[in-house]
Structure formats: structure tokens, C-alpha cells
């Protein structure tokens, strides 16, 4: 996962180079240090989850799984929300944080709004993504992984211009889009998972636990 992070700003600092300016990469630089800012909190969520989900997953305890990711989509879903709330209101302030230069601090802040405008949903989406790992579903998490930055995020940073007169604003919605577009398929296919998985015969397994 670490590797596809390069190569998704590798493809970002190479269109935003052509249609944009060294600015517009000094601008990402700072974006990318506020993904992370809003990406560990939410990883350290998720990862304090996932003992709790696999545990009662494994002690057929589904009644607290609903309980625990209830909680965790809440939890992660919330933060993502008055994260990018905040950001979307005062992008100045957490440019400042890192530079005070004023052509960067306004290219930032533009560019900002635009950037992390999908992220608010993005809450729904690692927490659906980290369950399924926690549930034994390795290889979908893994999936749902790529296809937000290698299968959708990397090949709209270069499809996106060609169909925009603005280029420098379609790279920079390709993180939007690419957000949305996850986030909706992920959220369908964990529904769709997590209501095969605990309806029918799980119900009883359920019931004959909390008799026990």
C-alpha cells in the first residue's frame, strides 16, 4: 500500500508539473501532509477495532460484530465529516500551519476544496475496507484498497484533462471523484456482505449465544 502512495504523487506531481506549476507541487506536498493527518487517526481506529471484530467474529458473538462496527463506522464516518468540514471552511489556516508564503497559501487553499471534497465520505469506506480484513476477507479489503488509488485515483489524474479545458482543476478532481466512486462500491458490496453474513442461519447461532 505504501508503494501505490508513490506512484499515485508521482502521477499527481507529474500532471500538476505540466498543467500547473512548481506552486501547484509545493500545493499537493501540503495536501498530502493533510491526508495523512486525517488518515491516522482514523488507521488507529480501525486497527484498535479490528482484535474486537475478528475475536467475536471467531466466537460466532455476530451480535457484538454489529455492535463494534456500528460503532467503528460512526466513529470513523464522523471524524471524516468535521475533518474536511473544517478544512473546507478555513483552508488558510492549516496551509499556514506549514508555509506563510502568500501565492502558496492561496494556491493551496483553492486547491484544497477541490482535493478533499470527496473525503468526507471517505470514513464510510475504510471502515467498511478494514472489516472486511478483520472478517477473514482479505483479498476483497485488498481489492477495495487498490481500486480507490490504482484502478480509479491513477488513470483519471491523466484521463480527467483530456476532457476539461482547465487541466490543473481535473487532476486535482480526479481525488474527489475516485473517492466517491469507492466509497459508493465499497459501502454496496459491505452491505450486501455483512447482510448475507449475519441473516438466516447466523441468526440462530446468534440467539443460542446470548442464551448461553
Known amino acids: 500500500m505504501q508503494s501505490t502512495e508513490s506512484i499515485v504523487l508521482i502521477s499527481l506531481n507529474n500532471q500538476l508539473l505540466k498543467y500547473g506549476s ?18 491516522l487517526p482514523m488507521s488507529g481506529l480501525t486497527q484498535g477495532a479490528q482484535p474486537i471484530l475478528s475475536y467475536n467474529f471467531g ?18 464516518f ?17 496551509v499556514k500551519i506549514f508555509n ?8 493551496t487553499s483553492w486547491s484544497m476544496r477541490i482535493y478533499f471534497a470527496g473525503m468526507c465520505l471517505f470514513g ?9 480484513l478483520s472478517l477473514g476477507e482479505a483479498k476483497i479489503s485488498l481489492f477495495l484498497a487498490l481500486l480507490r488509488k490504482m484502478i ?19 487532476v486535482l478532481l480526479a481525488e474527489p471523484v475516485a473517492d466517491v466512486i ?11 456482505f455483512f447482510k ?3 441473516s438466516g442461519d447466523n441468526i440462530v447461532e446468534i440467539n443460542e449465544n446470548i442464551a448461553k
Do not use: H, W
Not at 22 to 39: G, L, N, P
Not at 59 to 76: G, W
Not at 124 to 132: H, P, V
Open 22 to 39: 512548481d506552486i501547484a507541487v509545493s500545493a499537493m506536498t501540503i495536501m498530502s501532509s493533510m491526508m495523512q493527518m486525517i488518515m
Open 124 to 132: 464510510m469506506q475504510i471502515s467498511c475496507q478494514q472489516t472486511f
Open 152 to 170: 480509479l485515483l491513477v488513470p483519471l489524474i491523466f484521463i480527467l484533462p483530456a476532457f476539461m479545458k482547465d487541466g490543473l482543476t481535473a
Open 59 to 76: 466466537a460466532k458473538r455476530y451480535d457484538r460484530v454489529k455492535k463494534a462496527f456500528k460503532l467503528l463506522f460512526i466513529s470513523c
Open 196 to 198: 448475507k453474513k449475519f
Open 78 to 94: 464522523t471524524f471524516t465529516m468535521v475533518a474536511v468540514g473544517l478544512i473546507e471552511l478555513f483552508p488558510a489556516f492549516f
Open 182 to 192: 469507492a466509497c459508493l462500491t465499497t459501502t454496496t458490496l459491505f452491505y450486501r
Open 100 to 107: 506563510n508564503s502568500p501565492a502558496l497559501v492561496d494556491m
